[in-house]
């Protein structure tokens, strides 16, 4: 069975510092990984995403995440946080060749201080 | 805009009225999902359409929920008999699907639905 951890539910981090959220997947297979973030009262938002290749992989407002698959790991990382990134980020995992669901973490609530 | 929509945005019902929440995919794209987001929690998986095929529905909580894609385009979810446990975020995405099975999902605002 598929699953996502995301083993911290919030994280600190002051506004000009490097920010890293966590994330660890199961899946059977290959997977395709995700990382989306949620406003208040908006809809998910796709940040990134890792099918193949290179295992850095950057995306929308200076994310960018780490696939290690021997860690089953996809941690989200930004070099320099600023205070608009406070949102609520959801790691998600789906089967590689699999036109399906996505399974999505529990969140990682990231508040960036001024 | 070219996003997913959903209407309404927020819906309070009473215990026990029906419920149809509506969503319009982004235009062309073959592949429709509903996910149910409860507070403090992440989406989980309802069910899937392909078209105006329903392809998956194991993520449905019980056979008060019901979803259809009659012409391949808007998809509306109906809630039957609504239950204060039914109350969460009811989130729409779509994708290009077809040949391109790793395409990504967008997501609609989603209708937050409360029950009395």
């Known amino acids: 069975a598929q699953s996502v951890a995301q083993p911290e539910d919030q994280v600190n981090v002051a506004e000009g510092n490097p920010l890293t959220v966590k994330c660890t997947y199961s899946v059977s297979g290959n997977p395709y990984l995700f990382w989306y973030v949620q406003y208040p009262n908006r809809g998910l938002q796709f940040l990134l995403k890792y099918i193949t290749g290179d295992n850095l992989v950057k995306g929308s407002y200076g994310f960018e995440a780490e696939f290690n698959k021997s860690q089953t790991s996809f941690h989200l990382k930004k070099p320099s946080a600023l205070v608009s990134d406070s949102a609520l980020y959801f790691c998600?995992?789906?089967?590689?060749?699999?036109?399906?669901?996505?399974?999505f973490g529990k969140g990682t609530r990231l508040h960036i201080l001024p | 805009g070219a996003g997913v929509s959903q209407s309404p945005r927020y819906k309070v019902a009473k215990r026990g009225q029906d419920v149809a929440l509506r969503c319009d995919p982004i235009?062309?794209?073959?592949?429709l999902f509903w996910y149910q987001q409860a507070l403090g929690q992440g989406p989980e998986f309802l069910t899937y359409f392909q078209n105006e095929a329903q392809l998956d529905k194991s993520g449905l909580p019980s056979d008060r929920f019901f979803a259809e894609r009659p012409e391949g385009s808007v998809s509306t979810l109906k809630i039957q008999r609504t239950q204060q446990e039914d109350s969460a975020v009811y989130l729409c995405a779509s994708s290009g699907g077809g040949q391109g099975v790793w395409e990504t999902q967008y997501f609609g605002p989603g209708t937050r639905l409360l029950v009395l």
């Open positions: 998600a995992v789906r089967r590689m060749n699999r036109d399906d669901k996505i399974i």
């Open positions: 235009s062309g794209h073959v592949s």
